[in-house]
């Protein structure tokens, strides 16, 4: 889904909406379902008219969660015996626990939150996914060697030199942390441990110690649209959530108490919730007033907010939770929290943490509405389901493109990429190293990223002939790679020996190496 206003398919949408009247698209006081005494023989599961039920949310003042908090929607959801009271906990830890003690229904939260607080709930429903809002910005003002995490050793190294520490500020327990923690796992020149962390409340801290001359700030975790006044005063934005998709998501969590008493409760407020985000979505000005007027943003801030979002329709989270997706999302984030010791061990059972029950009668309206405009509107219909596998589009660059491309940084290399001596055969080890990185690589944007595979030799023997291997290895790595299923645009480099390790006889054999470079060409 894009964050684009396109006026023809919006019409299109609310026409058909029209047609499909109050029993389908908007719930009145009578629709199938929702209403009636809980011991219909009809509807079992409805919920009583005359006893208007309410329930606790809690959330934060994320724009992703405006739709729960704005006056519209609360209203549809009273007329279909409803009411929600919304509530800020910014405290993780508490707002997991509420589930539990009952003083919350629903919470909304991050994927990364949900695995690590572990909350007595079970995820109903997924909000959206961050794509670009969140940004991980090198102070490259303040130091202006520092374009890449390349550039972040020979920093440290001066920096300790003179008797002081480099920071790094984001607001803790947040998609901000979760972004260090991607670097701290991910990247070989990152550790979070050289670090003076900062954690604050709120972006917008980061954002002004950043900024702050008398501050040791190298690099800031931020979201909009802080990330897009960084980037206009000159800040480099290294690694943003479109880089790595599907990092960041934000999930619906009701509590089991909630869902074993009352889970015809949890299916009308996704319903009503999903026809909200319908409209909205489809016309982006909406959505976008709505995000302006609930944050008090102004309307340029708000665009950029919503540019950096991705909302889920019922039927694409339904997809997610029905074709593995989530449950691979799951798995690859609680992979990044056990490395970085925020878990101790991965989820025995991923798929028992989530249900598609609650959200099937969401996801039946919306194919309703797909069925009804597909013919006259496929772009609509489209964009209405949703879609897990995207169509790409990766750019064309050529080698020497990527190679002048701005560098992002080395990935750490769990193993070694091994060759037989003097030559450039995959050993057995190194081909299980590389597969290790096929999974690494793929978790990256292949339409903002490319691969520079980068070989070096030791100091032994001819330069012209350690040249060559060099360069016969690394593409041997990028046809290993490719024959793996990389879509990355990706290119070999060989270096012979000409770029030692520091600190490291030329002729040892840790020379022999193989970095995997990201590049942002997008």
Do not use: C
């Amino acid at each position: 889904m894009t964050r684009n206003n396109y006026p023809a398919l919006v019409g299109t949408f609310v026409i058909t909406a029209g047609l499909l009247g109050g029993g389908a698209w908007y719930l009145s006081k009578t629709a199938p379902g929702l209403l009636g005494n809980g011991n219909s023989t009809n509807n079992p599961s409805a919920i009583a008219p005359q006893s208007e039920m309410q329930l606790t949310l809690l959330g934060d003042t994320f724009s992703g969660y405006s739709t729960f908090r704005n006056a519209a929607f609360q209203t549809a959801l009273a007329d279909t015996g409803l009411t929600l009271a919304y509530g800020d906990e910014f405290d993780q830890a508490a707002r997991a626990a509420a589930l539990g003690t009952g003083e919350a229904d629903i919470i909304v939260t991050t994927l990364d939150q949900y695995l690590q607080q572990q909350p007595q709930g079970t995820i109903v429903g997924l909000i959206d996914r961050t794509v670009g809002a969140d940004a991980v910005v090198l102070n490259t003002p303040k130091y202006p060697s520092l374009t890449s995490l390349i550039e972040l050793t020979p920093l440290l190294q001066q920096t300790q030199s003179q008797g002081l520490s480099l920071k790094i500020a984001f607001a803790g327990d947040t998609p901000s942390e979760y972004l260090a923690l991607v670097l701290d796992t991910k990247f070989d020149a990152f550790n979070l441990a050289d670090f003076e962390v900062v954690r604050v409340a709120d972006a917008s801290e980061a954002w002004a110690l950043m900024q702050d001359p008398d501050e040791n700030v190298a690099i800031a975790v931020l979201w909009e649209p802080f990330v897009a006044q960084a980037q206009q005063q000159g800040y480099t934005v290294v690694l943003s959530s479109n880089d790595a998709p599907n990092s960041i998501v934000d999930v619906i969590v009701a509590s089991e108490r909630l869902a074993q008493s009352r889970p015809e409760v949890i299916s009308a407020l996704l319903e009503n919730y999903y026809r909200h985000i319908d409209a909205n979505v489809r016309d982006a000005s909406q959505l976008q007033t709505q995000i302006a007027e609930d944050g008090a943003l102004s309307t340029a801030d708000a665009g950029a907010v919503l540019q950096g979002i991705d909302f889920f329709t019922a039927a694409e989270a339904q997809a997610w939770m029905t074709d593995g997706t989530l449950q691979r999302r799951i798995e690859a984030i609680a992979a990044v929290l056990v490395l970085s010791g925020r878990m101790n061990d991965l989820p025995s059972n991923p798929e028992a943490l989530f249900a598609d029950t609650y959200l099937r009668e969401s996801a039946q309206n919306t194919q309703t509405l797909i069925d009804l405009v597909r013919a006259d509107n496929p772009e609509l219909a489209e964009r209405l389901a949703g879609s897990t596998e995207q169509t790409l589009s990766i750019p064309a660059v050529t080698a020497a493109e990527v190679q002048a491309a701005p560098d992002i940084g080395n990935l750490e290399v769990q193993g070694k990429v091994e060759f037989g001596t003097g030559s450039a055969q995959l050993t057995g080890g190194g081909q299980q190293t590389l597969q290790g990185l096929v999974t690494e690589i793929q978790e990256f944007n292949p339409e903002t990223v490319a691969v520079r595979v980068i070989g070096h030799t030791s100091r032994t023997g001819a330069a012209d002939l350690n040249q060559q291997l060099s360069q016969q290895r690394a593409q041997v790595v990028v046809d290993f790679l490719r024959s793996q299923g990389i879509q990355h645009n990706i290119v070999a480099e060989g270096k012979g020996f000409y770029l030692p390790l520091s600190g490291v006889d030329p002729t040892d054999s840790a020379q022999q190496r193989t970095e995997i470079r990201l590049v942002r060409v997008n």
